[in-house]
């Protein structure tokens, strides 16, 4: 099943999401359907509050379907470590349209369960540590737009105003 992607201005996106508790096969169906509708939307990371489940939980391919191996499912994450500084254009499936430059680290580490409850931890470099940030981000209720400055961030939520106001959102 393909879920609609949940746009910035609704209050579940900023809200912290609840862990997950129940590794059972409805999750594994939620799961599946992350994938899907990931794909769906053309995006290479998703948080299960993008699809207004408030829950910790996100699915990764920075591949885009090329690797299979590369399908990634990060419950209840957390950041261990992190090195470096990297800056690279971001984007978010809940923000269309935009996109900005934003610092991350350049290699970050994650403990997180797998889709069977299974506790792993995996580094990631460039553009996996950066999604590993930005879906961990999600889960907190934080949005990739809190790293770029206020000036930047309000010009840009005047043109989603605009958008909403034209019902465009
Ligand atoms: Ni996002």
Not at 73 to 86: D, F, K, L, S, Y
Not at 108 to 131: C, P, S, Y
Not at 139 to 144: C, D, I, S, T, V
């Amino acid at each position: 099943m393909i879920y609609p992607i949940v746009k910035f201005g609704n209050p579940v996106l900023e809200k912290p999401a609840e862990p997950v508790t129940v590794f059972d096969s409805d999750l594994k169906k939620l799961v599946d359907d992350m994938f899907e509708s990931m794909y769906a939307a053309h995006g290479v990371g998703l948080a299960a509050p993008q699809i207004g489940i408030s829950k910790r939980l996100a699915v990764i391919d920075v591949t885009f379907k090329e690797d299979p191996d590369a399908k990634l499912v990060i419950a209840n994450p957390e950041i261990i470590r992190t090195e470096g500084r990297h800056t690279q254009n971001e984007g978010c499936l809940s923000i269309p349209e935009f996109r900005e430059p934003v610092a991350r680290a350049r290699k970050v580490t994650i403990r997180a369960q797998d889709v069977n409850g299974k506790w792993f931890e995996k580094t990631g470099e460039d553009l996996l540590a950066r999604a590993f940030l930005h879906e961990t981000d999600h889960l907190n209720g934080k949005l990739y737009i809190s790293h770029i400055s206020a000036l930047k961030r309000d010009f840009m939520k005047r043109k989603i105003r605009k958008l909403m106001k034209a019902g465009e959102w």
